[in-house]
């Protein structure tokens, strides 16, 4: 069962959260279960949740919007699925963002920001059917383990011409390359994938898929 946890609002002016209350009740659901997420990648994240930023790079807005712009209707309610301590929903400005992640550490640190936040299973979604007009996943997908039930789950929380937005990293560039034995070396199981493989499992799971931005960090978009 995965509980709400801290769950908060924020205003987009200036960056500064609002006082907390709590986000529509209806949106969420508990007691879906499932491999979403490698469980020995939540256990690392959770232990380290509070040094977590000081290793990663702010999200970049523009690149986020460009995904967002593929969408087929205005994106106003985001799920920043995977997002942890919230740099992704940080990076955006007038949208309502929910961080879903199931690393319970992580979700405090987006708390402690002010975010709105629920602790899930990628592979499930706590969320109710068509209930948001963006999935965001960045820099998070290959850390989990069931990348077609992630894809499943986001688009039955999608309303349609709501758009899936994923950032990642191509292992088959040099950078890819040294990042993936990175990763395995310090004992995470990522599984990373190619720009066009994941547009071609997004068209397999009924979204209208397309390369957004090629390199080695790529975004793959794809249309309910």
């Given at each position: 069962m995965y509980?709400?946890?801290?769950?908060?609002?924020r205003t987009h002016a200036a960056g500064v959260a609002s006082p907390k209350?709590?986000?529509?009740?209806?949106?969420f659901v508990t007691g879906l279960l499932s491999s979403g997420m490698?469980?020995?990648?939540?256990?690392?994240?959770?232990?380290?949740?509070?040094?977590?930023?000081?290793g990663m790079w702010r999200a970049d807005s523009a690149t986020l919007e460009a995904g967002f712009a593929v969408a087929e209707r205005p994106v106003e309610r985001v799920l920043d699925v995977g997002g942890g301590t919230g740099r992704a929903s940080q990076a955006l400005d007038g949208y309502e963002t929910v961080v879903v992640d199931a690393a319970r550490g992580m979700l405090r640190e987006a708390h402690?920001?002010?975010?709105?936040t629920v602790q899930g299973d990628a592979a499930t979604l706590p969320v109710v059917d068509g209930s948001a007009d963006?999935?965001?996943i960045v820099d998070a997908l290959h850390h989990m383990a069931d990348v077609d039930?992630?894809?499943?789950?986001?688009h039955r929380a999608l309303r349609p011409g709501g758009v899936i937005v994923v950032r990642?990293?191509?292992p088959t560039t040099l950078r890819g390359r040294g990042l993936v034995?990175?990763?395995?070396?310090?004992?995470?199981?990522?599984?990373?994938h190619a720009p066009d493989d994941l547009r071609e499992r997004l068209a397999a799971a009924g979204f209208d898929a397309t390369v957004v931005e090629r390199g080695f960090g790529y975004t793959v978009a794809g249309v309910v």
């Open positions: 509980p709400a946890v801290g769950v908060v609002s209350r709590a986000v529509d009740g209806s949106l490698a469980l020995g990648d939540v256990s690392p994240f959770h232990r380290f949740a509070r040094l977590y930023d000081l402690g920001k002010g975010l709105a963006a999935v965001l039930g992630v894809f499943a789950a986001a990642e990293f191509d034995v990175a990763e395995h070396l310090v004992g995470f199981d990522s599984q990373f």
